[in-house]
């Protein structure tokens, strides 16, 4: 069975408006349940059982979405900011409202971001304890010797209280590129854990978190919804 909830909130988390706005929608007339002009936006609803219009066109109700963003560089991952474009400024044409990044990338860095309202799976993905894989590719200014790849996995003393957690890492056949798993996300850790062998990361890309990787087709600053079969890969995490 569906969820029970009143018309507005089924409206409202539908993306169709505000709380506000979807009451003068009803009060208008503009909204139909199972074929019947709706005049009582407190009325209940079924999720599953009942066909809601607005204008004549089905409403999907969807409390949770989920987008990828291929982040591109120079947009800030926050809801919002005076001076710099944001991460949801890109959502164009999606109602932005309640959404939020999960976790942030630097400015300069691209790649792999998922935004959502889902305030629960958010946090899990980002807790340490949870152990979701964040995997990036970073570009640096010096190799690492095999010593020193040895000792970037086992955990380094970036300055915090605390070395960081296990991590992976692997050169990749371009030279000074290398994969990155971590399992935490410190404030600009990835950079932060190459120059303490002193190297500097020049490009940093997050290409998946935990189960989803990065759609290919997405250019830098284009995003698309996650699958169902992606959002359930996720939750499972
Ligand atoms: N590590 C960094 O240094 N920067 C990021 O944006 C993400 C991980």
Redesign the pocket.
């Known amino acids: 069975m569906g969820d029970k909830m009143r018309l507005d909130k089924y409206l409202a988390e539908s993306g169709q408006g505000t709380r506000s706005e979807v009451k003068q929608l009803v009060k208008k007339g503009h909204v139909s349940v199972n074929g019947v002009t709706a005049r009582d936006s407190g009325m209940k609803v079924d999720s599953d059982k009942d066909a809601v219009k607005v204008n004549g066109r089905s409403v999907i109700y969807e409390k949770f979405r989920y987008f990828m963003l291929n982040k591109p560089q120079g947009c800030v991952s926050a809801t919002r900011d005076g001076l710099s474009s944001t991460v949801l400024d890109l959502l164009e044409g999606e109602i932005t409202r309640d959404l939020f990044p999960v976790g ?3 400015k300069d ?1 691209e790649g792999f971001l998922l935004i959502t309202n889902d305030g629960q799976l958010g946090h899990e993905l980002l807790s340490p304890r949870k152990h979701v894989d964040k995997k ?1 590719v970073a570009h640096v200014s010096k190799p690492l010797t095999p010593e020193q790849l040895i000792a970037f996995a086992e955990g380094v003393d970036i300055g915090d209280e605390k070395p960081t957690m296990p991590a992976k890492i692997r050169p990749l056949d371009e030279e000074n590129v290398y994969e990155v798993v971590l399992q935490e ?1 410190r404030y ?5 854990m190459f120059e303490a062998f002193g190297s500097k ?1 020049t490009y ?1 890309k ?1 290409v998946s978190m935990g189960p989803v990787t990065l759609d290919e087709s997405l250019e830098p600053g284009q995003y698309r919804k996650l699958t169902a079969e992606e959002v359930e890969a996720l939750r499972r995490k």
């Open positions: 942030r990338l630097d860095t990036y996300g600009h850790q990835v950079k932060r990361v940093l997050r």
